[in-house]
Every structure is written in C-alpha cells, then in structure tokens.
C-alpha cells in the first residue's frame, strides 16, 4: 500500500469559473506508480469547490454556473456574513469540496466526457488542490 | 489489503429516474469476502449520479427528483449547450457522481433507512456504475 | 494498512442546524495513533448531512441554512412523502451523506478556515456519525 500526496496550485482569473484539471491529475497518477487505487481530489477552501462533468464542450461549465449563479446570487436579503461572499460558500457546500476518481492499469478510470474541474465561486485568487493517491 | 473492482449495469426507463441498487452493491461486497473496508460507488457518466437517501418510502425519490426538476428546469433562458440537457449536467453536479460506503463485519454499514440509489438525468439509457471494494 | 472506526454521538436542538464537529473528528484522528491516510466522515441518517465549510464566523452556516431553506421549503406543492420532511431528504442529497478528509503528520489536512460540520434537518434528535480513520 503506497500513499503519496501532491499539490497543485490554481491561479483563477474571474469570481466564477471552472478550471479543467484533468491532465494535471492524470500526470500525477501517471507518474505516482500507483497501478490500482484512489485517488482524492480535495480542495482545502471554502469559496470553491471540486466536482465531474463533461469537459469536451466548454458551455457545460457554463451552463452548470449560469444554474449555480440563478440559485444562489451574489446577494441575498438576510445573508450575515461581513465578507460579501457568502454565495461562494454555499456553492461550495452543494458541490462539495472532494471528489473521489478510481485508478485501474496505472490510469484514471474517468468516463468517456468526464473531466475534473476546480470550482472557483470567489475569484480571482490563487488556490491549492490537494492530490491523496493510494494503491498498489 | 484487497481491491476488488466490479462493473454494474444499469437501464433507466424514463428522462429522470432513482435506481434502488441497493442489493446489487451490497451482494458485491458479500462475495468480495473482504470483513473491514469500504466501497465507492462510481458513475463514469456526465448526466447521472450516485446518492444515498431513504429507499423505504418510494415517494422520497419522488419529492427528491421533482425538487430537482423545479430547481432545475429542462430548459433555462441562457442555457448554451447544443444537446439540450444542460439540467442533467447540473443535477449530476449537484449531487455528485459517486458515494463512499464503509464495510463492517462483512456488509455495507448503511443507517436504517439509506439505500443507495443510481439517478438517471437523461435516460432512457444504458449505464454503468463501477464498485471498488477495498480493505481486508 | 490500519483501519480504525468510531461512532461520535450528537443531539441536535432545531430543527436546521450546522454542528461543527471538527474537534470530535480531529481528536478521533489524534488517538487513532495514524500518521498518513484518510478518515471518512459517514452520517447513516436520511434527513441530515455532513459538509464541509468555513466555522470561524457563524454567519456562515447561517446563511448556508438561509439559503436551503430558501431552495427547498419546508412544504412544496406535490410532495407526496406522508412524514412532512420531504426538505429534509432533499437537502440531505444535495449535501450528501459524508465527507473525506486527508491525514497528514497524524492530523487532518484541513484548510485555514474549514470546519467538518454535521447538517441536521429534522431536528430536534439524537444522531449518529461514524468516522473510519484508515492509513499507517
């Protein structure tokens, strides 16, 4: 049983979006050895968030935050927190901040359009992901 | 330390749709014969998802999807994506594309009332849902 | 490989509230004697959560609460569950049954501001939540 852990680090560019991090993962993987195992995505921030959907046309991204953004707006009447970003903190929370990927015969085992992305809900800032690959 | 990697196949009937499968991960932990552990329920697909809720009472998936639907319309004025799904994608983001559930004395350590259920976003399709079991 | 489980008991006494339930895990995590792993967070009840957020300023979780309750009420037209917290489950989907967290140096990885919260919403009750803290 090997355990090796990674960061990555994000630069985002707008308050909302969605950073593809697939093949940053995917290298990881490729070079921890691991051939059968986990590997956990986690964020370590409260205003983003890591989650799976398709990444092969960019408007999935786009229609998943445009969704986001009706539900939750950036102010609400009623909303306490001081700091003016407390949508981010709930997006955070609906999407969750960790996302769980298989690996079998030394890759991710992702469906056909599945990719991971990093969730930012209060940028732009620079973030961290925190890569947990364990197997054998 | 065991890891078993198991493949289910699963047809939806209807657009959107709870799958109770349940029994068919919990008869995949009993012949894993693997005592203390846990096992990730997996779903490789952008329009589906993985989640753990009441399976007694069938009108909890019932309350559950039409929450879902009126969160989340079929079509959103801004929506972008060509294939016309967008709410499936977001409702897979929403509730996430697996689950993790511990493995004690041989079964799945499931409270009373939760069963595990596959949710289809755009079916009717043919889908999968992979198990890795692991532990010893 | 070292599988540790513990069962952390909680009562709630709203019927919404966010417990923050760091310290319990982390002291859970610290007697485990594991210095690199994972601990998995699992609530097996239907009308609660566990999520992960920021628990440095309560009016976080208060307008995490807000704004759930705002998607989901209590009562909406066409629930058919006949225990009249339908919300209930459907909150508990959308922030799911449980969390992961890394362990590092023999503590959690968590970030700056994040806290491991339980989500009741059904309360008043007596709860359960079950850690698996694995590693070496």
New interface residues.
Partial sequence: ?K?I?KTLTISSRTRNEMIDITSKVSSAVSKSGIS???C?I?????TAAI????NA?P??P???L???A???PHH?P??????GN??A??K???????????I?AKSL??????GIFFCEFDGPRNRRV?L?I???
Avoid: A, F
Avoid at 42 to 46: G, R, V
Avoid at 51 to 54: D, L
């Fill in positions: 049983m355990i852990e059968e195992g986990d956990i986690y964020c370590p921030h409260t989650t799976i959907n398709e046309d408007s999935v786009h229609d998943v445009l969704t986001l009706e539900l939750i609400r009623g909303y306490q927190h001081y700091e407390s949508d903190h709930c955070s929370s609906l999407l969750g901040c960790s996302e769980h990927v298989l079998s085992t992702l469906g056909t359009w599945q925190i947990k364990s197997g054998e």
